[in-house]
């Protein structure tokens, strides 16, 4: 598996705009569901916005009205588009994908974290 992750990630201020994309470039690999996770220093990995495969969406509670998360199915592609950005945003985003390995084999895949900075 191929995966462009945190593309557009780094530093903006307080109420600022970013777009991070994600995508699962290996043919091998079909996946279901796609969504992003963030994690802070010394804390556990939370979910920030995920998209099933028939489009259901799921979004944390402190990200609701600000983030939109969007799936390309053909491209295997999620961007997560936030906005009014809060310094409590920062921490590294990472991109998650369950799916089927060669269409067999059930597993999920993390892409490597991208840092995202807010300041204030």
């Known amino acids: 598996l191929r995966c462009s992750c945190g593309v557009g990630g780094g530093q903006v201020e307080a109420g600022g705009s970013l777009t991070l994309s994600c995508v699962a470039s290996?043919?091998?690999?079909?996946?279901?569901?796609m969504g992003w996770h963030r994690q802070f220093q010394g804390k556990e990995r939370e979910l920030v916005a995920e998209?099933?495969?028939?489009?259901?969406?799921y979004y944390g509670d402190s990200v609701k009205g600000r983030f939109t998360i969007s799936r390309d199915n053909a491209r295997n592609a999620v961007d997560l588009q936030m906005h009014s950005l809060k310094p409590e945003d920062t921490a590294v985003y990472y991109c998650?994908?369950?799916?089927?390995?060669?269409?067999?084999?059930?597993?999920?895949?993390w892409g490597k974290g991208t840092l995202v900075t807010v300041s204030s």
């Open positions: 290996g043919s091998y690999f079909s996946a279901n569901d």
């Open positions: 998650k994908a369950d799916g089927l390995l060669l269409n067999v084999s059930p597993m999920t895949i």
């Open positions: 998209v099933l495969e028939n489009g259901e969406v």
